[in-house]
Nanobody, 122 residues
Framework: QVQLVESGGGLVQPGESLRLSCAASGMSFSAFSGYTMGWYRQAPGKQRELVAGITSGGSTNYVDSVQGRFTISRDNARNTVYLQMITLKPEDTAVYYC?????????????WGQGTQATVST
């Protein structure tokens, strides 16, 4: 059974950094490399939004509000995806979720982690 486990959240002050990790278990290294991985976040009272994504080929995309501050990367040998966040702002406060997505002929594979809280506050 595939599981995604996020870690690295916490409480930081504005301008500081956090590095989130998402480790995938229950799949082989070769299978993991075929997934598009994404980091989403959900702030209180708001809808979940895609923050950053990275394809199996390594192409990345970011929501405008984090462009230049967040960097998504993956280590297929460790079945892990990362989100490096710098110059954090109070509006980055949210629960951050990891997602693994893969298109298949008979229906897509889509997995979610349980989330990790990141709080940016003085």
């Amino acid at each position: 059974q595939v599981q995604l486990v996020e870690s690295g959240g916490g409480l930081v002050q504005p301008g500081e950094s956090l590095r989130l990790s998402c480790a995938a278990s229950g799949m082989s290294f070769s299978a993991f490399s075929g997934y598009t991985m994404g980091w989403y976040r959900q702030a209180p009272g708001k809808q979940r939004e895609l923050v950053a994504g990275i394809t199996s080929g390594g192409s990345t995309n970011y929501v405008d509000s984090v462009q230049g501050r967040f960097t998504i990367s993956r280590d297929n040998a460790r079945n892990t995806v990362y989100l490096q966040m710098i110059t954090l702002k109070p509006e980055d406060t949210a629960v951050y979720y990891c997602n693994a997505h893969r298109r298949r002929l008979l229906g897509d594979d889509d997995f979610w982690g349980q989330g990790t809280q990141a709080t940016v506050s003085t």
